[in-house]
Each structure stands twice: as structure tokens, then as C-alpha cells.
């Protein structure tokens, strides 16, 4: 079967299995506990339309202190969105809430003009100086 063809129901078992699991494969997916950030990331998924799976990192049982999520997460924070289908199809982690919200803006096309991304802000001053 060709990448992007749907499967019917009068495919195999096994074809059926297997483009369910390419399409797990291709999909977002969100570690995250009840915190603030997690949630924020999860809304910003939410409202894109895309597909992901959320993943539960228990704080409160040190879930985030493991050796699987430390590969994944080295500074042990959560959320944590992984994107096995990123830019150039390559898989993606992103850590921190504010560019994961970033990212998913900007792959669902729906929160910024793409020219938005393309002309940086200049100002006339600053008020840190």
C-alpha cells in the first residue's frame, strides 16, 4: 500500500495493524502532568486540530526523575512534546511550554501569518536599556 492511501475495511488484519501503526508512528506525542505548562501545552494542541497522544509523567512519584524520560527530557521538566514527524519528516523533542505552543502554532498553520515568522519585530526603543 502506498503512503497516504487509506485502508477499508476490507483490508487484512495485519494491513489494517499496520497503518495504524505507521500512523502512531507519525504522531505528536505530549508528556505532561497537571501543571500549568502541561496544560498549556495540551490547549494549544487542543485548539490546532492535530493529532496526539497525551502521556502522563507523575510528579508526585518522581516519573520525571526516570532513565527513559531523562533520554528524552535531560533536564527532567515537564512538558516535553515529541514530533516523530517534524521538520524535513525528522523527529522532533521540544521541551518548554512556550516553544512547544510555538511549534504547534506554526505546524497547524492556524495562530500566525506565515509572514509573521519572516520579518522580525523592530522597535523604536527598549525598555530594558
Do not use: C
Amino acid at each position: 500500500m502506498l503512503e497516504g492511501e487509506g485502508v477499508s475495511s476490507h483490508s487484512s488484519p495485519s494491513a489494517r495493524l499496520s497503518a495504524g501503526k505507521r500512523e502512531e508512528e507519525r504522531m505528536i506525542e505530549l508528556f505532561g502532568d497537571a501543571t500549568g505548562n502541561s496544560i498549556r501545552a495540551a490547549i494549544a494542541l487542543e485548539e490546532s486540530g492535530l493529532a496526539y497522544q497525551p502521556r502522563k509523567v507523575t510528579l508526585a512519584r518522581g516519573e520525571q526523575r526516570t532513565a527513559e524520560y531523562l533520554r528524552l527530557n535531560p533536564t527532567g521538566r515537564v512538558p516535553a512534546l515529541v514530533d516523530s514527524d517534524g521538520p524535513g519528516g525528522e523527529r522532533l523533542v521540544l521541551t518548554q511550554s512556550n516553544a512547544i505552543m510555538l511549534y504547534i502554532a506554526e505546524k497547524a498553520e492556524r495562530s500566525f501569518p506565515r509572514a509573521a515568522w519572516r520579518e522580525p519585530v523592530r522597535s523604536s526603543g527598549s525598555s530594558f536599556s
